[in-house]
DNA sequence: ACCTGAACACCGTTCAAGT
DNA sequence: ACCTGAACACCGTTCAAGT
């Protein structure tokens, strides 16, 4: 009961925080609202659309974020990489709309660094592509090493020092060459 | 009767190729094999070890192909494209080994072409997280805008002229930002 | 208006038992 | 060695019927 969308939404996003999108089934969110699988219908269309939401919310924050589009991005990343597994969603929330949160900010922070603007349009989907591929990749590669570390990482500080490290080098490289202005 | 992995593998293929990620199941790959769903799996120890064998095979006609690193990564876009909703899988298999048909070739390429070594390496990571993030994106968009065309394009030729051409400029703008030798 | 119960048409995987 | 039958533990979605 006082089933909502709100609700629903924000316990969508718990699950997917804390267990990863693998495990935000329809009916397990049911479960979680103690409510019948069929409830959730009448609040919402389908999973995808209540998929897209939840991964535009999570985006959100970075509307409010000032730096260039270097900044911009190295935000993108520390946002995403902590939700386990959820690169594929963001490359399909991407396909449904390109205007997801940092592609929407993208092109004014590049004309303002004095690019033209059609540049800025075509580099601003380079990027996201870019960046987009390289946080799934990253993702795919932490789930598939330790496979069922389940809950809560144990194991104090420092965890995954070596790949981690690579990856956030070559996100950098990536995106360094990829705004840098043409001449 | 007379299963075998090879089987399997060409078969997955081809309900790949004809009907798209979204129906390869091993329950449908069985009914197809005349065979009981838990027969596969004294052949092959997993779906997702299938997929990847199946991914690995998809992309090897780009093991024979001789052009410099910009013709093969167009190449590679061109036998991945047609595999509708194909892009996460590649994803999954590159994330499993970073060898995948066009990574592996990519370093010598580069290097034939003047780079450095550590640079070819760095640029063939970024290279390929863009290949896949742009190729991902294209699929969803395709899948997205017309939803359930089912099986034959019976709209005789030239059928999705304007975005395909639009993600094929991207495409090129990408790999030409990123493969120009750096000074 | 909002929700339940029950169904429909599926999944991946395991494993005793058969040949 | 190779496969079947049957089960386990799930899916997303729909929809009559209840309140």
Redesign the pocket.
């Known amino acids: 009961?006082?089933?909502s969308l709100e609700l629903i939404t924000r316990t969508a996003r718990s699950l997917l925080i804390q267990y990863g999108l693998q495990d935000v089934?329809?009916?397990?969110l049911a479960k979680e609202l103690d409510?019948?699988?069929?409830?959730l219908?009448?609040?919402v269309p389908?999973?995808?659309e209540l998929l897209r939401t939840v991964a535009h919310e999570i985006l959100t924050p970075l509307r409010t974020e000032s730096g260039d589009a270097l900044q911009l991005m190295l935000r993108f990343r520390e946002l995403v990489l902590p939700l386990r597994d959820v690169g594929d969603l963001l490359l399909l929330a991407y396909a449904l709309d390109a205007s997801l949160p940092p592609a929407q900010l993208l092109p004014e922070r590049l004309v303002t660094a004095g690019w033209p603007r059609d540049e800025a349009r075509d580099t601003t989907a380079v990027v996201m592509r870019f960046a987009l591929g390289a946080v799934a990749t990253e993702q795919n590669q932490a789930l598939l090493e330790r496979p069922a570390t389940a809950t809560a990482t144990a194991t104090g500080q420092a965890p995954d020092a070596p790949q981690a490290m690579e990856a956030e080098r070559i996100y950098l490289h990536g995106l360094q060459r990829l705004l840098i202005r043409p001449v």
Not at 25 to 28: C, I, L, P, V
Not at 35 to 39: E, L, Q, S, T
């Open positions: 009961m006082a089933l089934s329809m009916r397990r409510v019948a699988p069929g409830a219908y009448y609040h389908s999973k995808q």
